[in-house]
């Protein structure tokens, strides 16, 4: 299957031909049709799957095809709207590069930065406008922004919208479009909640799930330290030291955590990163473009900062602290393994994070392989310890999950006792 076999125009083709896509992604297979054919569709996917180039290439063709567009001042066409800053600019950067020789005029709002540039942009008319929820009805209300012309709707990251406490902001959103539109909408889980929110926007529509959760589960090579939290960072920098990863991004819990976690590592000359909704928007856009240049080889982030970033071939994922959301920890572990590239996890979970694990591990479906490392002897209430005199090499993958079954290796190495 190629992207012509979808009767994808010319100059998209052209565009695709030099990002080095040869191939559609399943997701974008099944969904390009449908979106061509102007039907309103209802995507169960997560980011990692190609879902962006899903949608920005129908809405690139639906513009360029269109004949008045041409005669008329730029109106706002197509509206995205993403519950994050990063995301919205990387779907930007795609919109951008795939439309780069169909004449589509982008723009990107999002809050947390002066209005006025983006003010100025919208002044010049564009046709695809992708945006975060507040800043998008705050342009709106200042008169900036209407959305009278638009003809595709897109919701994306539906689940993380309503986690983040969007809800009301999309209702307010949903009374100010046109009822005569191409409505989308994406959700990596789907939730009573998130399907009640679905009818409300969709007409009749179609429906096409690509990797459920557990797949990137399964997709992903995982492993677990257990560690006390007062030896989280020194497993963190004996890990980086000894894998010597070329890209990893460690997930912390809170803002503060991860700028700890930053000057731990610079005090043990690892140079890193952290972005978080603490830091001016232009401080992350720094950090994760020195990330991506591969000039900056760790990156600490909280789940929100993360949720657009967007690594080709990220090595390594750290779950320095389990999330107390299940899905959380599948998101992150998302992050690695993109495409049809494969990557690995590893988490922490000191003894009061257990419960967490139960709940990530029932998501699953998996248990995940325990590992062995420096400091698991210090663990304190390590699960299912073997007597204290055992060798380090028979702990390694005792946590299997069959009771009374013999552990395996897990199949990479991780650190052991004594390999640094
Ligand atoms: P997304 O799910 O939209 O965030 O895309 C995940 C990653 O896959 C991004 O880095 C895209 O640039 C990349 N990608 C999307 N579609 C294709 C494709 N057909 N071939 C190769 N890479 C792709």
């Known amino acids: 299957m190629t992207f012509k076999d979808l009767d994808v125009a010319a100059p998209i083709l052209s565009a695709l031909e030099k990002k080095g896509y040869t191939s559609p992604t399943p997701i974008q297979e099944q ?22 180039a899903a949608f920005a290439i129908p809405i690139i063709q639906h513009l360029h095809n269109d004949p008045k567009r041409r005669k008329q001042k730029r109106a706002i066409k197509a509206l995205v709207v993403t519950p994050t800053r990063e995301l919205a600019i990387q779907i930007q950067e795609n919109f951008t590069e795939y439309g780069a020789f169909a004449d589509i005029r982008t723009a990107v709002v999002f809050g947390g930065v002066k209005q006025n540039a983006q003010v100025n942009t919208l002044k010049n008319g564009v046709d695809v406008l992708i945006a975060t929820p507040g800043r998008l009805l705050d342009l709106m209300n200042q008169g900036f922004i209407s959305l009278r012309d638009v003809t595709y709707f897109v919701l994306d990251e539906a689940d993380q919208m309503l986690d983040m406490g969007f809800v009301n902001d999309i209702k307010k959103l949903l009374t100010k479009l046109p009822k005569q539109r191409q409505s989308l909408f994406f959700s990596a889980t789907m939730p009573a909640p998130i399907v009640k929110l679905s009818n409300e926007i969709l007409g009749h529509y179609e429906r096409v799930t690509i990797q459920p959760q557990q797949t990137t589960a399964e997709r992903v090579e995982q492993g677990l330290f257990f560690v006390n939290k007062s030896d989280k960072p020194e497993l963190l920098s004996h890990i980086i030291n000894t894998r010597k990863p070329a890209s990893v991004l460690v997930f912390t819990r809170t803002k503060h955590g991860a700028d700890k976690v930053v000057k731990y590592l610079s005090r043990v000359n690892i140079t890193a990163a952290a972005i978080h909704g603490n830091k001016s928007q232009n401080q992350r856009q720094a950090a994760l473009s020195a990330f991506k240049d591969g000039k900056i080889k760790v990156l600490i ?35 690695t393994g993109r495409a049809s590239a494969s990557g690995a996890s590893l988490s922490f979970c000191d003894a009061e994070e257990k419960p967490y694990l139960k709940d990530i591990e029932k998501l699953i479906k998996q248990t995940v392989p325990v590992l062995d490392h420096p400091f698991a002897e210090a663990f304190e209430d390590r699960p299912s310890a073997p007597a204290k005199k055992q060798n380090s090499r028979s702990r390694q993958g005792v946590h299997n999950g069959n009771k009374g079954e013999k552990s395996k290796k897990p199949k990479w190495r991780g650190p052991r006792r004594g390999s640094s």
């Open 301 to 335: 982030a909280t789940d929100i900062a993360a949720r657009g970033i967007d690594v080709s071939e990220l090595e390594l994922v750290i779950n320095y602290d389990l999330p107390n959301v299940p899905e959380t920890y599948v998101h992150r572990i998302g992050r």
């Open 31 to 52: 969904a390009i049709p449908i979106l061509l054919a102007g039907k309103d569709l209802m995507g169960c996917a997560q980011t990692g799957t190609g879902k962006t």
